[in-house]
């Protein structure tokens, strides 16, 4: 059979396109059609104010609760609008042309170009590209082109993921949200009733607003590289409950096996702070036996759970790099602490014993207990599968590029959270706290202690 060089006509074309792009077609022809049968049925002033009705509902919704819209909706008007206005037609084609990821049919000469299957953009600032890639195309093919394609599409960087057999993700980082600049402490709330334990402010979020973290029934893991901002996810909560320091509504406990390097400065802040192996050890198992001495108290008060109190205080173990206590000491005696660990992370929530631990190993090997953590935290991270160890699976390809934030003060902090109730990594950098911010702490809730002992 002769080649011939005449290509599909255009109404052929749109058919295909069509067909390779159904969501496109289908919703706006949903649309037409259900507007055409309210028309029919109901008229054009009654069609007409329920498309008015629900234009103002959503815009009703936008304004009222920004908090349920920005997680339900904004991400699929986001993707929508990437989809269609920045990744699309031939400014797709000249972008992979330019950086050799398209291919040439032997047969027809055509060009062909790798095709986008979907666009998700969970956040304004990382989009993520299901793309179909060619015949004979390899995902090693576009990670050797990774740094071509960011430049080209005006991104901070481009990750890929492989997805499955010839799908592969484009995870783009359109910016970085946050400028070189460090974010400054929470100012200190001097009346208890200022602190809602439910939402300690730890820092921003990438959408510009406070990064809020509840410790009631709650368990806090951080893990995250040398340099990434540990220390100031162990300062931030103490600072954000500062009154309630000082009133003795909450009890920290500290273990900090690095010789005591961190904590030394804020010392006075905590009931009970251990340096040593041996003192770790005992701290735990003091920790323990408190949870359940007040477990036998709610008990025979006939309470499910506890109300944070001077008698009953929200207790906080603080563990400074994690692994040395469940991984790296005497075998037979890490096995007691994380038999310790467990219990108090299964059943301390009703009683009010909640456990923060920080790690830069995040692996299960170190931290066998990793899964018992309800809340996680992950800054930056040496390796891509640490990211899902952290957060989830999948959360990577979400967008969660922990492994991709450089080691620098420049970008100390900053790092990923999955919120509850939602599938969708969120960038946000922790506040940070000098040596003068914990001292003036340490002052404010020492000195408030002493004045509370005077006046009683």
């Not at 972008?95 to 990821?101: E, N, S, T």
């Not at 009154?243 to 406990?253: M, S």
């Not at 990923?416 to 109730?421: W, Y």
Request: with cysteine.
């Amino acid at each position: 059979m002769p080649n011939t060089s005449r290509k599909p006509k255009w109404e052929f074309r749109a058919i295909r396109w069509s067909v390779q792009h159904p969501g496109m077609v289908a919703g706006p022809a949903s649309l037409a059609s259900a507007l055409g049968v309210g028309v029919a049925q109901l008229g054009v002033p009654t069609t007409g104010g329920i498309t008015a009705g629900a234009a103002l509902g959503l815009a009703g919704w936008y304004r009222g609760h920004p908090d349920s819209f920005d997680t339900t909706m904004l991400p699929r008007l986001r993707a929508w609008h990437r989809r269609w206005l920045t990744y699309v037609g031939s400014r797709w084609r000249d972008i992979l042309d330019d950086c050799g990821l398209t291919t040439e049919n032997r047969r027809t000469g055509e060009l062909v170009v790798p095709r986008i299957l979907k666009v998700r953009s969970a956040s304004p600032s990382i989009d993520t590209i299901h793309v179909r890639i060619n015949r004979g195309q390899t995902p090693e093919l576009f990670e050797e082109r990774a740094t071509a394609l960011a430049n080209a599409l005006l991104a901070e960087r481009v990750a890929v993921v492989k997805v499955c057999p010839q799908v592969v993700a484009l995870v783009v980082e359109r910016e970085n949200p946050f400028t070189d600049e460090a974010i400054p402490p929470v100012e200190l709330v001097h009346d208890i009733d200022g602190v809602d334990l439910s939402a300690i402010e730890l820092g921003d979020t990438e959408h510009g607003q406070p990064w809020t973290q509840s410790f009631l029934g709650q368990h806090l893991f951080v893990a995250g590289a040398t340099g990434s901002g540990k220390g100031s996810l162990l300062w931030s909560p103490l600072r954000g409950m500062a009154p309630l320091l000082r009133a003795g509504v909450v009890k920290p406990d500290v273990i900090d096996l690095k010789e005591g390097m961190e904590t030394e400065v804020g010392a006075d802040l905590f009931h009970r702070r251990a340096i040593e192996w041996d003192d770790a050890v005992e701290t735990v198992e003091l920790f323990r036996d408190e949870m359940k001495v007040r477990q036998a108290e709610l008990r025979s008060q006939g309470k499910r759970k506890f109300t944070a109190s001077a008698e009953t205080p929200l207790r906080l173990l603080q563990i400074d790099e994690l692994g040395m206590l469940t991984a790296y000491g005497p075998p037979a005696e890490v096995r007691g602490v994380l038999k310790l660990l467990a219990e108090i992370m299964t059943q301390g929530r009703a009683a009010g014993f909640s456990v923060a631990g920080y790690v830069q190993e995040p692996t299960k090997d170190t931290v066998p207990v990793r899964e018992l953590f309800t809340a996680r935290v992950c800054l930056s991270v040496t390796s891509q599968n640490q990211v899902d160890m952290v957060l989830g699976d999948g959360m990577r390809l979400r967008g969660a590029l922990a492994d991709e934030i450089p080691l620098d003060p420049a970008h100390a902090g900053i790092g990923f959270v999955v919120e509850q109730g939602s599938r969708n990594p969120l960038r946000v950098r922790a506040s940070y706290q000098s040596d003068q911010d914990i001292r003036e702490l340490v002052q404010f809730v020492t000195q408030g202690r002493a004045a509370l002992r005077a006046v009683a």
